[in-house]
Structures are given as C-alpha cells and as structure tokens.
T-cell receptor, first 114, second 113 residues
C-alpha cells in the first residue's frame, strides 16, 4: 500500500531534550516536506526537499533541522525543543515538485513540549 | 507573494443541501490551486487541483471548484452534502516552482442530519 509513515504518532517531552520525528514514504517520491498545523493557522511549511541531499527552508524553519540522505526518508529534528513547538506535524511527499503532483500526507505526529 | 484566505472558519449545512466553501487567493503569478480535506485524526487528502487548464475543476466525492481570475477566487462546491463530508477543508496555493505551499486557515464543515 502506498503510504507516508510518521513515527511517533504522539510524544510528550520536556524542553531542551532533543527529539527526532521520522518520515518514510514507499512511493519513490522525489519531493518531501514537513508542515506544522496550529489552530486557526492552517498548515505552515517548515522544510522541504526536492531530492536526496537537497533541502530548503519553508516559512517557519526556526528551531528545526532536516536531512535527506535517502530518497525514502526525511526526518525532522528538534535539537532543543521549546513549548512553542507544541503542535501537530505532518510529513508529505509527491512524485516530483516540477510536475505539480498532489502531495500524499502522513497521519500526523502530535508533539507536546512541556 | 502567495497567500490564501478562507472566508469561513465554520460552515454548517443539512444533509442533502448544497455546500459552498469560499477561498480567495493572492498570487504574483498564474497560480496552481488545490483543495484538500482532513478527516479527524487523519492526514490530508487531495480533493482537486487547478493548473491553468479548464477553469471548472471536478474532484473526488462529487466536489468541484471554479477558478475565477477576475475575482481571485477558487470556491469549492458540492450539490448535495453527505454526512461523510463532515471534515476540515483547506485551500492551498503553490509558488510557481511548486516547491512551497501556502495553506488557508481551514474551514470546518458540519453536516446535520
């Protein structure tokens, strides 16, 4: 089954404790992206990747890091999480950015930073 | 710069009546526009997309949207609401290179029996 898989689905942690949210897709997609969803704000793009080893900032990249060492994986790293990063996070992928393909979304990761 | 405004945060309709979810966009270029739906505790699913072909776009589950350049609008409609349509809907515009995506704040659709 074609899917985007995020782990963990839920996480409660404390300020300053490094964490990684994994994202994996099995569709051989070139483009991957991370979003955060906050009430009343819709989804905002954090980082995106056009292909392996190619990443770039979205609208709200502060406090986040990403890497794209393999085509299928695109982890989101919070080096020193803070309470304002409490949010619902989505990973998405699409076949290719240049062809305007629709994005496929994971089921989300709910992070609570205390 | 690109941006999207969804004019209603909540819309409530009765089952079997028409649905109208409103979206206005701002774009420096000819935009690509999308509507996504999010059911509770789920990721987003594409309903339809506009990419400068026909201005009336048909999507899944009976939804359609009309691109009106003069009004900078891309409203989502459905002739007859079903209970399963209850969800949150997002209007999205992409930048010209399709790298960055800008979401509206969402419209929650409630369908009453």
């Amino acid at each position: 089954e074609a899917q985007v898989t995020q782990n963990p689905r839920y996480l409660i942690t404390v300020t300053g404790k490094k964490l990684t949210v994994t994202c994996s897709q099995n569709m051989n997609h070139e483009y991957m992206s991370w979003y955060r969803q906050d009430p009343g704000l819709g989804l905002r793009q954090i980082y995106y990747s056009m292909n392996v080893e190619v990443t770039d900032k979205g609208d709200v990249p502060e406090g986040y890091k990403v890497s794209r060492k393999e085509k299928r994986n695109f982890p989101l790293i919070l080096e020193s999480p803070s309470p304002n990063q409490t949010s619902l996070y989505f990973c998405a992928s699409s076949l290719s950015a240049v062809s305007n393909q629709p994005q496929h979304f994971g089921d989300g990761t709910r992070l609570s930073i205390l | 710069a690109q941006s999207v405004t969804q004019l209603d945060s909540h819309v409530s309709v009765s089952e079997g009546t028409p649905v109208l979810l409103r979206c206005n966009y701002s774009s420096s270029y000819s935009p690509s526009l999308f509507w996504y739906v999010q059911h509770p505790n789920k990721g987003l699913q594409l309903l339809l997309k506009y990419t400068s072909a026909a201005t009336l776009v048909k999507g899944i589950n009976g939804f359609e949207a009309e691109f009106k350049k003069s009004e900078t609008s891309f409203h989502l409609t459905k002739p007859s609401a079903h209970m399963s349509d209850a969800a949150e809907y997002f209007c999205v515009v992409s930048d010209p290179n399709f790298n960055k995506f800008y979401f509206g704040s969402g419209t929650k659709l409630n369908v009453k029996p």
